[in-house]
């Protein structure tokens, strides 16, 4: 394929580069929403606000009365009386403060999504398709906060713990967001034909780092990281004693320690040959394809080292048993690795049929 055929090579035109950039930067700001929630649940601060405001919500305690009543409604849940009961209000404060930055970040990802698409919108620079996107991943993000409440509320009834599974959706959420966020942004930037796809390989492996991230969110939501912190074996076994001895079988996905703990590992060695396959394929074609297929190699070399990073961070994590930096660190490397490997994705994509140049036969890659 010659150059005149990939018009959109040297980057977006100007009237789409401002655009991708501003869906760049919200993507980084779902991330810091994740990378800070992420700390917050570390901290053990997540269930310390117990209502959901989302108007409301935006400004935070005042004044000495309104820190009372807030403290008030926290010495109320589960979590005050069964685990915090000798907490003070400094100490409740440290906490609450956490959770507010998550909720505050999450609506200023909100409102710098949302305002700038009523702009553009406005001044005729989204195509229709383009606005549909955009139009559904804005309501994915609502959803979103609703989800998170979902799950806060699930740690405010009884158990003063919030269930893995809705943690595991939460963060799943969060990750089709930036994805959604990043892949648009890829498309104005580069503009793609119609009909350009992903191999199917390509797509199994960001499927694979998906998987592998949700997971991971089993793994922080039951603490299942606090045991078995020896690598490679489990509790001196390859395969730990117990694993899927609850009935029914998905009970073990929620509270089995040895199955939630082996599955996650069990993930990361398939994606590290997943991804090793995908970086020594991406290397070796040169091929056609569309405008981003330029970036093929640096985008694989990108990859490569994010999951070298995300490798060593989860056996630091692990053995040095859940050590909050590490942790945190983790986490922030699971969302770059899913990124990475989202670009390598995309720039495999072709386009199902070339466009004609100089009388020459249509050509199907």
């Known amino acids: 394929m010659n150059a005149r055929a990939l018009p959109s090579a040297r980057g977006a ?7 991708a950039l501003w869906l760049l930067g919200c993507a980084l700001l779902v ?25 409301a919500g935006v400004l935070p305690p005042l004044d000495a009365q309104d820190w009372s009543r807030s403290f008030d409604l926290y010495r109320q849940s589960p979590e005050f009386r069964l685990l915090n009961a ?40 989204l195509r229709r398709a383009m606005a549909l996107r955009l139009s559904l991943i804005f309501a994915l993000g609502a959803a979103q906060g609703a989800l998170g409440w979902y799950m806060v509320a699930s740690g405010l009834i009884d158990d003063p713990h919030v269930s893995p599974l809705r943690l595991a959706a939460h ?14 942004a890829a498309d104005l930037w580069f503009d793609p034909p119609a009909g350009a796809r992903v191999p199917a390989w390509a797509a199994a ?40 001895r609850l009935q029914p079988w998905y009970e073990n996905l929620r509270d089995n320690l040895a199955t939630i703990q082996f599955l996650h590992r069990a993930l990361a060695l398939t994606v590290v040959l997943g991804l090793l396959a995908l970086w020594h394929r991406a290397r070796r074609e040169a091929g056609p394809g569309t405008a981003a297929a330029a970036y093929r190699r640096p985008a694989a070399a ?12 989860g056996l630091a994590t692990l053995l040095s048993g859940l050590a909050l930096p590490l942790a945190a660190l983790h986490q922030a490397g ?25 009388g020459q036969a249509r050509r199907k890659f």
Do not use: C, K
Request: glycine content about 10%.
């Open 31 to 55: 991330l810091a929403v994740l990378v800070v929630g992420g700390i917050t649940r570390l901290q053990h601060a997540g269930l310390s606000i117990v209502q959901w405001q989302p108007l």
């Open 205 to 244: 492996a960001v499927v694979l780092v998906f998987t592998m991230a949700l997971s991971g969110a089993l793994v922080a939501g039951s603490r299942a990281g606090l045991v078995y912190n020896t690598f490679p074996l489990m509790d001196g076994a390859w395969v730990p004693p117990g694993l899927l």
């Open 13 to 19: 035109a100007p009237s789409r580069g401002p655009l």
């Open 86 to 125: 000798d907490l003070t209000l400094p100490g409740f404060q440290r906490i609450f403060w956490w959770e507010y930055a998550h909720r505050l970040l999450g609506r200023l990802a909100g409102v710098a999504f949302f305002l700038p698409l009523l702009w553009f919108a406005a001044q005729g620079r």
């Open 334 to 358: 699971a969302v770059l690795l899913y990124a990475t490997v989202l670009s390598t994705a995309y720039t495999q994509r072709r386009p199902t049929i070339e466009r004609p140049d100089h």
């Open 171 to 184: 963060l799943g959420l969060a990750l089709l967001l930036i994805g959604a966020l990043l892949w648009s």
């Open 302 to 313: 990108a990859m490569a080292l994010a999951l070298a990073l995300q490798v060593s961070l």
